[in-house]
Antibody, heavy 118, light 108 residues
Framework: QVQLVQSGAEVKKPGASVKVSCKAS????????ISWLRQAPGQGLEWMGW????????NYAQKVQDRVTMTTDTSTTTAYMELRSLRSDDTAVYYC???????????WGQGTLVTVSS | EIMLTQSPGTLSLSPGERATLSCRAS???????LAWYQQKPGQAPRLLIY???SRATGIPDRFSGSGSGTDFTLTISRLEPEDFAVYYC?????????FGQGTKLEIK
């Protein structure tokens, strides 16, 4: 069965960086992409971007494109999302989700809480 | 950027009733590339509907989606206790992908 398992919660200071991992299993990793999304406390969902595991091409949301890097490691079927220059409003639960060609997100990770606080 | 507006913000209904949730786009959604997700507290969202009207794997047939262009609807024919949650629409016809603000379906 398709599973996406994310790394654990993080607490970071403003200005620091965070790297969240997403381990995929149960499907052919390079046939799909991975979306990264986030949800601030009590708020709705925000799409951050997408990466294809086939060749690493990315599509980032303009809001975060200067601070985010998405990568994949096909040898370990793991996707990564690094966000730099963290601010308090980056505090959120970060999700990875499987997505074919940037379409619907059909399987989701369990979420990773990133807290940015001094 | 396509803005999605969901209505109502909160819907109060009883089990067994029919629920109709709306999602309106600020411009036409290409190829009806619209999805609906259900999210319960403390859980990740779950895909219900894609391409406006196709049910995702394992989704009961009481969930149905319809619409095209700028107006889309999620209908739950007979509410079960486990259906009370927050529902989001999302368009994936253009970048950036965007979500509606959500409709909370609560027990009356």
């Amino acid at each position: 069965q398709v599973q996406l398992v994310q790394s654990g919660a993080e607490v970071k200071k403003p200005g620091a960086s965070v790297k969240v991992s997403c381990k995929a299993s149960g499907y052919t990793f390079t046939s799909y992409g991975i979306s990264w999304l986030r949800q601030a406390p009590g708020q709705g969902l925000e799409w951050m971007g997408w990466i294809t595991a086939y060749n690493g091409d990315t599509n980032y949301a303009q809001k975060v494109q200067d601070r985010v890097t998405m990568t994949t490691d096909t040898s370990t079927t793991t996707a990564y999302m690094e966000l730099r220059s963290l601010r308090s409003d980056d505090t959120a639960v970060y999700y990875c989700a499987r997505s074919y060609r940037q379409r619907e997100n059909d399987y989701w990770g369990q979420g990773t809480l990133v807290t940015v606080s001094s | 950027e396509i803005m999605l507006t969901q209505s109502p913000g909160t819907l109060s209904l009883s089990p067994g009733e029919r629920a109709t949730l709306s999602c309106r786009a600020s411009q036409s959604v290409s190829s009806s590339y619209l999805a609906w997700y259900q999210q319960k507290p403390g859980q990740a969202p779950r895909l219900l509907i894609y391409d406006a009207s196709s049910r995702a794997t394992g989704i009961p047939d009481r969930f149905s989606g319809s619409g095209s262009g700028t107006d889309f609807t999620l209908t739950i024919s007979r509410l079960e206790p486990e259906d009370f949650a927050v529902y989001y629409c999302q368009q994936y016809g253009s970048s950036p992908r965007t979500f509606g603000q959500g409709t909370k379906l609560e027990i009356k």
